[in-house]
Each structure stands twice: as structure tokens, then as C-alpha cells.
């Protein structure tokens, strides 16, 4: 971690989700960090390193390889007044605690006519290009944004990391914190010291255009925002918007840039069919439908069962700056 | 060879056609886009243009009958036919959501003959956005030859031609582009005028020449107040719930946004509710011309445009989509208009779009006045001065409450008494159910 100034600290992704769970943990004693290896392994990214050491094993808590276990833990520590942060160690092992977190965490405040919350963050890596294959690389966003009751976020950036966690701690329901794992070392970037946070379902402009809408979160709003920077180079304007949050959603950022650009190009990394990108069509198509100049347009992941661990196969689910470029001109030629 | 014609689809929801006129009789002869028939529909009056050249050999429908859109309803045969022009069925081309083109204007953009066929099939394939921007701007598709790719017109073809004037204009526009001032003519000379002042420091005895804000405010103000029958009505709602609402919260919301609370987002976010009940009150009415006749349109967005006065002049900036705000969107997106009104750095696209709009009017005291609609819309309501007031419930108890006129002008043409007074009944009934429990 380099200070570059007073006011910021450079820091990398992993160093981002380390130094504002740490803060946490230090500023209110109703955190605690549960999950597989977050204690004396401290979290094979090292993101929990040494924390059991510091906050003991009451609140550094190591759990079996349970991952129904650790959610529906979190979530009864969380109606009891903790603010459990629950690790599911790679996104690929969430399927066992699907039943807590759609059956149970989500439908708390409601089942209790508001009696009980559940302020609880299920923190977990996804996402590939790391060569994790099967097991190790899936996007698990759309199983999850169609449940009304969850929060979905998904941040980009170091800085985002810590404002957008921040938040999620302090939100009173339950909140999914997805982190792409390939950003985790590759994506530095200044983050502000002291604590602040981003409010959820605000999406950012990273870049403005007039020609193009692009749209999307994740490891990818890096490589739009590359190819969006090449193409400026050919007299081409394109927006990019990261999303940020997943649910809620900001449409007001993606409507009113494509009433600006109308031509709107939706990247994720996720497969296409039933995806985030296909709420966000549908919305616009409902909403700015007499805005748009083009057919919107969707760069997803295959619809494929997993992420092959051979390279070419890796290659071919992944999306390539020079991809999202080609998609961007067609868009823009159209 | 023969061609059959069927009835063409004159605008998207339209299912059927009356044959209104043929304007040939079997043996005449017709060229390629010469119109035929004349055609009425709930929407539109057209004339359609024949897609081929030749002789007209049966006309399968009489005037007057309706049939719907696809029947057959002429036969023509076709000289110097080409073979892909065969036996096969042919929709008359379809006008697109406006009466039969125009002949081009000659001059730059306008298309020659030899591309109009090129040009006919991309006017067909126009995005919803260009068939918005054409049917706003008062062009005509099929004259502009496209930029994009395969020929196809854009978006920015159609805003090009609009500002320069190269394509066909559809003649009589239904009403005034609502984004697009009027050109700046030369100021008038005035007789003996030798001195002059401004707006904002006027002089006794000195003419103020007006600034082209001015000069678009007064010919809209004549416009909207000769064209539009305004009516008047006004009602008195107690906010005394939702006042103390903003008092709870305000402190918190200026720290937070930087913005102050005011009353305005607590309105707006009323009248959208009581606009959602009154779709009427949302329209525009859009004058007939020569073939087509009147109607209202009724607008699919609520766009609420905020009279805001300034020294020199009155600006009302628009916030989009204000259905989709809370309150505290309101007040975000209603405090930063505001700031650049101030400022003058709001854009064109802060000023266009308006549907309906919310004049917070009482400020200085005043509690009631009559606005002029503002051209293009059906209905301006302002929010009057709060007063304490003794009150004598419907329970015979005495209370001090604070109450407040809204008043209303209403473009006669749109709507009556009857929805006018109860959009206010509405605007009432959402104001005073606001109260501190509520969320911004």
C-alpha cells in the first residue's frame, strides 16, 4: 500500500475488501468475519490475514466446508443484532446456501412483518480468467437478482470496494458483495482514507460519449473502459457506465445516457440468456424504446455450463478489449 | 403483369383503412408513387402512392367501404414491369405516420429520384428513435438519404436536416416542435426609438430591446394564450402533515445532499401521482390540418417542467421521467435545475419535453393567480402561499392548520371540468395523506 497523498492511499482490490473489513471489525464490535479459512489460514487471498490473531476466534470464525452452515449462521447472528460478514470462499460453492439466502435471509424483514432484519454481507469471489475452470470461475449474479429482498453489488474499482462495503455493513438487510476475483490484484487505483461510503444502486460514468451507451460491472467495465479509451482515438465517443449495484438498480444513469447516445451495448461476462443484461434491455425497451437508434445489444459470456480450464476455451467464454471495441464500432457504424 | 395493392398499415396500431377517394378509375394510368387512392384511418388522412408504373385494372373496394389493413383493394398492370415487381402481392408503401410525401425541395440533402427507392425502404426500417425525431422536427424520412450503415437514415441524419432545412418539411405541422425556439429574426424597428434600456435596469422613456429568452417567452405566451382555451380552477389543500414532514427531515436531507428541502418535491411527486390517475391531464392537444384531422396525443413519459423566474426572464427546465423519482430524486434533480437555472447553465436538453407543469408560485405571498399553459401542454398548476388558518373540522373541533391554494389553468380543448377537478380532488386527497411517517 503506497500513500500518495494525505488524503488517498493506493491500495489494489484485495488490499481494498482487507482494510475496510479490518475498520470495521475495529469501529463496531457487532462485525464478525465467518467462513472457510478466514481464520488462522486468513482467507486464501490473504484478505483475513492475522485478524483472528487481533479480534479472537469469537469473531474471526472458521467454519466447516458448510456452506449452508455458514449462511444460515450469519443470518440468525444477524436477526440476534451482529453484523455478520459471511464468506462464501468461491462464488462456484454457493449452491448449498441457496435455500438461506433466498429462502431464509431474504424473506426475514417480511416474514416478520418487519420484527426482524437481516443485516448481514455474503462477501465472495466470482468471475474468470484466472484459469479456475469449472470450479472456480462462474458469475453467480443472475441466480440471485431476480429475489426481491436481496442487495446485489458488484464493485469495480479499489475505491468503490471500500465505499460500496462500507454501505453493505451498515445496510439493514442482507447484502451480496460480489468480488471479481481477477480485479483482486490486477486493479489498483487510489482509495480515500478514513471511512466514507457509496449509497447502493448508484451507477458511475466512468467515461462520457455521445454515441454509444455501454453498460456493465465487474472485471469487464475495465476492458470496455479500454476500448472505449482506444476507439476515442478513432474519432469514435462512447459512454461507459459501471454499474456498481447490481439490485437496486440505477436506471436513471442508463436512461438518461441513452436518451444522450441512443445506441445502448450491454457487456457482462455472465452468460447471455436470462442475464443482467437482459433486465436492463427489457427496461430500456420499456421505458426510452422511442430514444433508441439501434437494436440494444448484449456481449455476454456463452450460455455453456462452465468456463473451460483449456486456455483457447477460456479464451473463447472470456470477452477481449479488442471484442468490446469491435462491438462498440458496429454500434456506432450501425 | 399484374400488381395487387392492399390496404397499407397507416401508423403502428392501425388495423384498418377506409377508402376515402380513388383519385383513379380503372384504365387510368399511374406512375410509380403517384398517389392513387386517398385512405382514412382513426389517425390519419393519406394519400398512398402507387409502388409501380402502369395502368390501373380493377379497383376491388368502393369509397367509402373499410377493410382491414392487408385486403386487396386495386389491381394494377404493370408496364415496363421488372420481374422481382411479379404476381406476387405488393403493400402500398406505408406513409410514414404522416400524410403522403412531399416533393423534395432541391435543395442539398434532398434525395435524387434515382436513390428515392434506396431511400422509400429505409424510411420503412426507421428506429423508433428517427420516426420520433422526424414526426417532432417535421421531417420527412424518405427524403433524406441515410448515413449509417446500408443507407439506413439515423437519428443525426434527421437532427442535420432539421437544422438545416434540407429535407422536406411535412407541411402544417400539427404543432410547434417543442424543443426547437424559432429562429431569431432581426429585432423590429421601432418608429422615433432612439434610447434604449435593459430588462433588468428598465429606463422611463427608453425602449428595452428584448433578449431572444424574451422574445420566445412573449411569442409562446401569445401563442399558448390564442390557441389554448384556458378555463381556471383552483382548490385549498391543508399541508399542515406534510409541512412538518419537511421539517423532520430537512436538516438531514441539506446535509446529506447539499441541496435545501423545500416543499417543491412533495408537489411534484403529488401531481405525478394525480397525473398517473389522469392521463388527460398529461396529453397535448395537436391541431388537424388539411388532411389529417385534430386529436390529443397523450404523452407516455411524465416530463414536470418547473417555472423558475429570474431577473431577465422565466426558464421552466424539466425533470424526465418524474414518475420514477422519490422524493428525495425530486428534490436532487429539482435542487440541481435550480442551481443552474441560476447560474444560466442549463442546456437545451434541461428545456425540452415538458408535459405538465408545477409553478411553486406563493413564495412572495400571492394565493392565487391564473397561469398560461405552457404551449404544447394541457394543464400548469401553481402552488400558492401557506397561511395559517382557523379551521372548522368535519367534527364541529376548531384547529389552527396550514393551508394552501393549488390553482390550475387547463387547456379547454383537452380536457373538461370534470377531469380538471378531479386531478385537483386527487392533487389534494396525495397531498394531505402526506405526513411525517412517510419516507422520502
Given at each position: 500500500m503506497a500513500v500518495v497523498s494525505a488524503n488517498t492511499t493506493v491500495m489494489n482490490n484485495v488490499e481494498a475488501v482487507r482494510a475496510t473489513l479490518y475498520d470495521a471489525l475495529k469501529s463496531d464490535e457487532r462485525v464478525c468475519i465467518l467462513g472457510e479459512d478466514v481464520g488462522a489460514r486468513g482467507n486464501v487471498f490473504l484478505i483475513t490475514k492475522d485478524f483472528v490473531g487481533e479480534f479472537g476466534?469469537?469473531?474471526?470464525?472458521?467454519?466447516?466446508?458448510?456452506?449452508?452452515?455458514?449462511?444460515?449462521?450469519?443470518?440468525?447472528?444477524?436477526?440476534?443484532?451482529?453484523?455478520?460478514?459471511?464468506?462464501?470462499?468461491?462464488?462456484?460453492?454457493?449452491?448449498?446456501?441457496?435455500?438461506?439466502?433466498?429462502?431464509?435471509?431474504?424473506?426475514?424483514?417480511?416474514?416478520?412483518?418487519?420484527?426482524?432484519?437481516?443485516?448481514?454481507?455474503?462477501?465472495?469471489p466470482y468471475g474468470g480468467g484466472v484459469r479456475g475452470a469449472l470450479s472456480h470461475s462462474v458469475s453467480i449474479e443472475a441466480l440471485f437478482y431476480h429475489v426481491p429482498g436481496l442487495k446485489i453489488v458488484a464493485p469495480s474499482f479499489p475505491a468503490d470496494v471500500k465505499g460500496?462495503?462500507?454501505?453493505?455493513?451498515d445496510d439493514p438487510d442482507p447484502v451480496m458483495f460480489l468480488e471479481h476475483k481477477k480485479t483482486y490484484r490486477l486493479i489498483k487505483g487510489e482509495v480515500p482514507n478514513g471511512h466514507y461510503t457509496i449509497p447502493l444502486g448508484k451507477a458511475n460514468v466512468l467515461?462520457?460519449?455521445t454515441q454509444l451507451s455501454v453498460v456493465s460491472y465487474g472485471l469487464y467495465v475495465h476492458w470496455a473502459l479500454e476500448a472505449a479509451r482506444q476507439l476515442e482515438g478513432e474519432g469514435i465517443s462512447v459512454e461507459v457506465?459501471?454499474?456498481?449495484?447490481?439490485?437496486?438498480?440505477?436506471k436513471t444513469a442508463i436512461l438518461q445516457s441513452v436518451e444522450k447516445t441512443r445506441k445502448l451495448l450491454i457487456i457482462h461476462e455472465d452468460n447471455k440468456f436470462g442475464g443482467i443484461g437482459a433486465e436492463i434491455s427489457a427496461m430500456v425497451a420499456e421505458e426510452a424504446l422511442f430514444h433508441l437508434d439501434a437494436p440494444i445489444r448484449r456481449l455476454c459470456g456463452p450460455d455453456v455450463p462452465a468456463m473451460g480450464y483449456a486456455l483457447p476455451l477460456e479464451e473463447e467464454f472470456m470477452s477481449s478489449p479488442a471484442e468490446m471495441a469491435d462491438a462498440m464500432r458496429e454500434m456506432v457504424k450501425f | 403483369m399484374a400488381t395487387t395493392i392492399t390496404m397499407p398499415q397507416l401508423g403502428e396500431t392501425v388495423t384498418e383503412g377506409t377508402v376515402a377517394q380513388w383519385l383513379?378509375?380503372?384504365?387510368?394510368?399511374?406512375?410509380?408513387?403517384?398517389?392513387?387512392?386517398?385512405?382514412?384511418?382513426?389517425?390519419?388522412?393519406a394519400g398512398v402512392p402507387s409502388p409501380v408504373t402502369g395502368t390501373i385494372r380493377e379497383l376491388l373496394v368502393k369509397e367509402g367501404e373499410t377493410v382491414a389493413t392487408g385486403t386487396p383493394i386495386a389491381v394494377i398492370d404493370e408496364t415496363g414491369a421488372t420481374p422481382a415487381a411479379a404476381e406476387a402481392p405488393a403493400a402500398a408503401p406505408r406513409a410514414e405516420s404522416t400524410p403522403a410525401p412531399q416533393t423534395p425541395s432541391g435543395n442539398g440533402a434532398a434525395a435524387s429520384v434515382a436513390e428515392s427507392a434506396e431511400i422509400e425502404s429505409a424510411a420503412r426500417g426507421a428506429s423508433p428513435a428517427v420516426r420520433r425525431l422526424a414526426r417532432e422536427h417535421h421531417v420527412?424520412?424518405?427524403?433524406?438519404?441515410?448515413?449509417?450503415?446500408?443507407?439506413?437514415?439515423?437519428?443525426?441524419?434527421?437532427?442535420?436536416?432539421?437544422?438545416?432545412?434540407?429535407?422536406?418539411?411535412?407541411?402544417?405541422?400539427?404543432?410547434?416542435?417543442?424543443?426547437?425556439p424559432?429562429?431569431?429574426?432581426?429585432?423590429?424597428?421601432?418608429?422615433?426609438?432612439?434610447?434604449?434600456?435593459?430588462?433588468?435596469?428598465?429606463?422611463?422613456?427608453?425602449?428595452?430591446?428584448?433578449?431572444?429568452?424574451?422574445?420566445?417567452?412573449?411569442?409562446?405566451?401569445?401563442?399558448?394564450?390564442?390557441?389554448?382555451?384556458?378555463?381556471?380552477?383552483?382548490?385549498?389543500?391543508?399541508?399542515?402533515?406534510?409541512?412538518?414532514?419537511?421539517?423532520?427531515?430537512?436538516?438531514?436531507?441539506e446535509r446529506e445532499t447539499g441541496f435545501r428541502l423545500t416543499l417543491l418535491p412533495f408537489f411534484i411527486r403529488a401531481v405525478v401521482k394525480s397525473l398517473a390517475e389522469f392521463p388527460l391531464m398529461n396529453a397535448k392537444f395537436v391541431a388537424g390540418n388539411g388532411s389529417a384531422p385534430p386529436s390529443i396525443y397523450v404523452n407516455p413519459e411524465m416530463n414536470i417542467g418547473l417555472a423558475i423566474g429570474l431577473p431577465a426572464n422565466l426558464v421552466v427546465p424539466v425533470i424526465r421521467h418524474a414518475d420514477k423519482l422519490s422524493i428525495k430524486g425530486l428534490a436532487a434533480a429539482a435542487g440541481e435545475l435550480i442551481?443552474?437555472?441560476?447560474?444560466?447553465?442549463?442546456?437545451?436538453?434541461?428545456?425540452a419535453g415538458g408535459t405538465f407543469t408545477v409553478n411553486n408560485n406563493g413564495a412572495n405571498g400571492s394565493w392565487a393567480s391564473a397561469p398560461i399553459i405552457n404551449a404544447g401542454q394541457a394543464g400548469i398548476v401553481t402552488m400558492e402561499a401557506i397561511v395559517k388558518k382557523l379551521i372548522v373540522r368535519n367534527d364541529d373541533t376548531i384547529a389552527i392548520r396550514q393551508m394552501m391554494n393549488a390553482c390550475l389553468s387547463l387547456d379547454h380543448r383537452v380536457v373538461d371540468g370534470y377531469v380538471a377537478s378531479g386531478f385537483l380532488a386527487s392533487l389534494k386527497r396525495h397531498l394531505e395523506a402526506m405526513g411525517p411517517q412517510g419516507e422520502l
Open positions: 476466534e469469537r469473531r474471526i470464525i472458521d467454519t466447516p466446508i458448510a456452506e449452508a452452515s455458514i449462511v444460515g449462521i450469519a443470518v440468525g447472528m444477524a436477526m440476534e443484532g451482529l453484523r455478520p460478514v459471511a464468506e462464501i470462499q468461491f462464488a462456484d460453492f454457493i449452491y448449498p446456501s441457496f435455500n438461506q439466502i433466498v429462502g431464509e435471509a431474504a424473506k426475514i424483514r417480511y416474514r416478520s412483518n418487519g420484527e426482524y432484519t437481516c443485516p448481514m454481507v455474503i462477501r465472495t460500496l462495503l462500507n454501505t453493505a455493513i467515461k462520457e460519449g457506465i459501471d454499474l456498481r449495484s447490481i439490485r437496486p438498480m440505477d | 383513379k378509375s380503372v384504365g387510368d394510368n399511374v406512375d410509380k408513387y403517384e398517389d392513387f387512392v386517398e385512405v382514412s384511418t382513426d389517425k390519419v388522412n420527412d424520412i424518405r427524403t433524406i438519404k441515410g448515413s449509417g450503415a446500408n443507407g439506413r437514415v439515423t437519428a443525426d441524419d434527421i437532427l442535420a436536416a432539421a437544422r438545416s432545412g434540407a429535407a422536406t418539411q411535412i407541411a402544417a405541422p400539427p404543432a410547434p416542435p417543442p424543443s426547437a424559432p429562429p431569431a429574426a432581426a429585432p423590429p424597428i421601432v418608429p422615433g426609438a432612439t434610447q434604449t434600456s435593459q430588462y433588468a435596469q428598465p429606463v422611463p422613456g427608453t425602449f428595452v430591446t428584448l433578449t431572444q429568452a424574451r422574445r420566445i417567452i412573449a411569442e409562446r405566451m401569445v401563442e399558448s394564450r390564442h390557441t389554448a382555451p384556458h378555463a381556471w380552477s383552483m382548490v385549498e389543500i391543508d399541508v399542515t402533515d406534510v409541512w412538518q414532514w419537511r421539517v423532520r427531515e430537512k436538516d438531514r436531507f442551481e443552474n437555472a441560476r447560474k444560466g447553465k442549463l442546456g437545451v436538453d434541461d428545456l
